[in-house]
């Protein structure tokens, strides 16, 4: 059974650091896209960033790149989202998701990830 398990996320003054993990299981990175997405109060799920082991690409939304990093460990199974220099704006429920994939590259359409993470909430005081 494929699982993804967000953590790390909790209250962070603006200007601070927050990792995220996506621990995965059921599933090898090596086949799989892992994207982030973020849900802010009223607002729709958007995508921030993702990334594909297979071609070791990568990719990060206007709004966080500059401040976001995304990563992989492939042994532990593991992405995870280094977030940086955080502002209030990004203040948010964070899910990670996954896609099989045989491409080298990701896509940020939600609509294309089947599988996906209970969400950590992220927020980010003024």
């Known amino acids: 059974q494929l699982q993804l398990v967000e953590s790390g996320g909790g209250l962070v003054q603006s200007g601070g650091s927050l990792r995220l993990s996506c621990a995965t299981s059921?599933?090898?990175?090596?086949?799989?896209?892992i994207g982030w997405f973020r849900q802010a109060p009223g607002k729709e799920r958007e995508g921030i960033s993702c990334?594909?082991?297979?071609?070791?690409?990568?990719w990060l939304a206007d709004s966080v790149k500059g401040r976001f990093t995304i990563s992989g460990d492939n042994a532990k199974n593991t992405v995870y989202l280094q977030m940086n220099s955080l502002k209030p704006e990004d203040t948010a429920v964070y899910y990670c998701?996954?896609?099989?994939?045989?491409?080298?590259?990701?896509?940020?359409?939600?609509?294309?990830?089947?599988?996906w993470g209970q969400g950590t909430q992220v927020t980010v005081s003024s």
């Open positions: 998701a996954a896609y099989r994939s045989i491409q080298d590259m990701c896509v940020w359409i939600q609509s294309v990830y089947d599988y």
């Open positions: 059921g599933f090898t990175l090596d086949n799989y896209v």
């Open positions: 990334i594909n082991s297979r071609g070791a690409s990568t």
